[in-house]
């Protein structure tokens, strides 16, 4: 039995009541008569665009890989046009995931023969909080380089191994300069920027076309990834900001906020169409856990998670029919009634908050962030789960050396 | 940030600031947040003018600012021109690989007689004598002790002869400039005034450059303006971490400061300054007191580009941080 999906359904059953109400009979196998509907023409209207599996083909051959496939991230496809918030407290790795988000925009898909996986593309990174280090974007790097060339050679040497080895030593010297070559024009593909307030970001983001345009031009790479870490640095600057002049007109509109985000939505929209790309933003949560549940406080988080079907429906169809999506959602066993939606205080202007296509929590596995625990952590666990599209899954995640694992 | 009139660009003839003006647009910080193609009643003749002045205006702005760097540059510029600066005690060095980077905002946790002053006074020292650089110490708390300074560098030039001893010895005395502010305000009055000096004064390649500022302690003042349903302190606490990032970042000076620890609900113990200031500091390191014992241990529980796992025990002696003496 085939399942036919039919584009246009509406409109064929329209004209078709339409018909019935005019007279009858309604169907004619000649056909091409005014007001008549033929018989070739009501099949040709029934007839399927598509089998369902001709469109999982067509919708899979299109599809890209994600921009970036590192855990915590890999469960959804992510692609230029999304803007992604990470939320979740201090020392949760929000800065971590997009550094390993760069360094595989940066790593190339392939090199001299070799496989690494990245999208060779442009990173810009605005940063907000100025606390961005290089030498721990340098050591992610480093670790994924060695990783593909020790595996890469391990490689070589088992397909080689029938054969005498004629000169190891100059090989491993070659791939020492080759990958000194690849490490360097990655980290040239890499842009940072410190921010010490909102109106320096928006000047940022206003000058940014000519820059933008000479970086294109330079590596003749398009840009990828924007990241912004962190979105809600200068929210209690921006909350008491106001215009110290007089006001000139009915127009003026007093610096607040809402006007700042405005702005900066704004502009990052208009950069999006000339150039688009997959916006990450991290976004700190101020608030401490123990203000959370004040009851006057609006937990704006909680709004809309309730799982309805609908919703489930809608996260189906954000999927876009991925197949893995569909793996997941049948292997991984029903989470107990106590598997916690992980919530955090919302307090980022609406303006921010409908530019958000994809959101992320992330929160320590044991104790609370905010004390002093006197007990070094050393296996520090985090939880990720995804609040927009809602999925139930919680993963759980270490950082190693330079690898973020799921555990 | 300037009204649009004080900026003096040719191109921003009086009609056009005239017409701005009937949108609101007054100072550089209303340009920045309008969308300036999009005002309403603009005469056609005058969009190229206008043109003229937004390209002219931003262009202003850029220069004002950083520009992009790459991160082949950062690394580059990380490698030869940024120094760790040690705090004299090797375990805690090696903790946090190499000192205090310059650059950076180090801020170290802990309660009373924990050692923070001691850690503080210590790396002034240490600086002061070892790159002969000034460092500006701010001290909120009249807790900066010359006597105890005075020791600290005897002890510290112990290995030189007499003669060279003395000279040694009033140069680090000079270098290390003791600021007092007893309120939040004369706080902010103080980093800026330092800010402008640096910026006016462009610092010098070798002695006698800035490389280290001591707030100790930045809780002591924001801790009082905090709590309450009014977000003015929060306001004042972001904006002195912003200044101190600022002088950290853009001048290459490393910066410490201290955090004392408060009775939190459950009765542990947590930082005065909570979750809004956790992210002013690149590093953070806590520090607690063995009963008893003399021991200090420091454990890092933030850093920028390491894990968090390690930790250094010391004690205080005369000469300030020593190897732990019960142990080693």
């Not at chain 2, 807790?143 to 040694?168: C, H, I, P, Y």
Request: proline content about 4%.
């Amino acid at each position: 039995m085939h399942i036919l999906y039919v584009r246009g359904g509406s409109k064929i059953l329209k004209r078709a009541l339409r018909e019935e109400d005019a007279q009858s009979p309604r169907y004619s196998t000649q056909g091409g008569r005014k007001g008549w509907v033929g018989m070739e023409e009501m099949q040709a209207w029934v007839c399927p665009d598509e089998t369902a599996r001709a469109m999982l083909g067509r919708v899979l051959g299109h599809r890209l890989p994600s921009l970036a496939p590192t855990p915590p991230l890999h469960r959804l496809s992510l692609r230029p046009g999304h803007v992604v918030e990470i939320v979740g407290p201090s020392g949760c790795a929000k800065s971590e995931i997009l550094i390993q988000a760069a360094v595989t925009c940066i790593l190339p898909r392939e090199w001299k023969g070799v496989t690494f996986g990245g999208s060779e593309g442009l990173v810009m990174m605005f940063d907000l909080d100025c606390r961005f280090d290089i030498l721990r974007l340098v050591h992610v790097l480093q670790c994924r380089i060695n990783e593909v060339t020790v595996r890469h050679a391990s490689q070589d040497k088992e397909e080689s191994s029938s054969l005498p080895t004629t000169q190891p030593s100059q090989l491993t010297v070659a791939t020492v300069e080759d990958t000194n070559e690849l490490f360097k024009a990655c980290l040239k593909r890499f842009y940072h920027k410190c921010c010490y307030n909102s109106f320096e970001f928006l000047a940022t983001l206003k000058t940014i076309r000519p820059q933008l345009q000479r970086m294109v031009e330079d590596h003749e790479k398009a840009l990828q990834l924007v990241l912004i870490d962190s979105i809600g640095a200068y929210y209690w600057l921006d909350r008491a900001c106001q215009s110290t002049l007089p006001v000139a007109s009915d127009s003026y509109r007093t610096l607040s906020l809402q006007v700042v985000f405005e702005a900066v939505v704004r502009e990052l929209r208009q950069i999006l169409q000339t150039h688009p790309f997959l916006l990450i933003a991290s976004k700190g949560t101020i608030f401490s856990s123990s203000t959370r549940d004040n009851p006057g406080n609006r937990d704006l988080a909680h709004f809309g998670q309730k799982e309805y079907p609908e919703r489930l429906c809608e996260v189906a169809l954000n999927q876009e029919f991925s197949n893995e999506q569909f793996r997941y959602r049948t292997t991984t066993e029903k989470p107990s009634k106590q598997t916690e939606k992980m919530s955090h205080r919302e307090y980022m202007p609406a303006v921010w908050q409908g530019f958000v296509t994809h959101r992320i929590v992330l929160q320590r596995a044991h104790g609370s962030a905010s004390e002093v625990t006197y007990a070094v952590d050393k296996t520090l666990i985090i939880k990720a789960q995804w609040e927009r599209p809602f999925l139930r899954q919680v993963d759980k995640f270490i950082i190693e050396e330079g690898f973020i694992k799921l555990i | 940030m300037p009204p649009l009139a004080a900026l003096a660009l040719p191109s921003l003839s009086p009609e056009l600031l005239s017409f701005f003006a009937t949108h609101g647009i007054v100072s550089v910080e209303d340009f920045l947040i309008r969308d300036i193609y999009q005002l309403p009643g603009l005469r056609a003749a005058d969009s190229d003018k206008l043109r003229k002045a937004v390209t002219e205006v931003l262009a202003f702005l850029e220069n004002g600012h950083a520009s992009w760097r790459n991160g082949w540059d950062l690394f580059n510029n990380l490698e030869h021109n940024i120094r760790f600066l040690p705090t004299g005690y090797d375990s805690l060095d090696s903790l946090l690989q190499g000192g205090l980077r310059e650059g950076t905002v180090t801020e170290l946790v802990g309660a009373s007689s924990c050692g923070k002053t001691q850690l503080c006074m210590q790396v002034s020292a240490h600086v002061a004598v070892r790159f002969g650089a000034m460092v500006a110490y701010i001290d909120t708390s009249n807790s900066f002790s010359s006597e105890r300074l005075e020791q600290m560098l005897n002890d510290l030039l112990n290995s030189q002869r007499e003669v060279e001893k003395t000279g040694a010895f009033m140069q680090a005395l000079k270098n290390i400039v003791c600021y007092r502010a007893f309120d939040v305000y004369s706080m902010l009055i103080l980093l800026q005034k330092l800010n402008t000096s640096i910026e006016n004064h462009s610092q010098k390649t070798h002695s006698g450059r800035l490389r280290l500022i001591v707030v100790d302690s930045v809780s002591s003042v924001i801790s009082p303006i905090l709590g309450g349903n009014i977000s003015q302190g929060h306001t004042l606490m972001m904006s002195i971490g912003q200044i101190l990032k600022k002088l950290a970042v853009d001048n290459s000076i490393a910066v410490l400061t201290t955090n004392h620890t408060v009775t939190g609900e459950s009765g542990n113990f947590k930082p005065a300054l909570g979750e809004s200031w956790k992210s002013v500091p690149h590093v953070r390191l806590l520090l607690r007191r063995e009963i008893a014992d003399g021991i200090y241990v420091a454990s890092l529980t933030k850093h920028s580009s390491q894990a968090c796992t390690k930790e250094a025990a010391f004690s205080i002696g005369r000469s300030g941080l020593q190897a732990n003496v019960n142990h080693e």
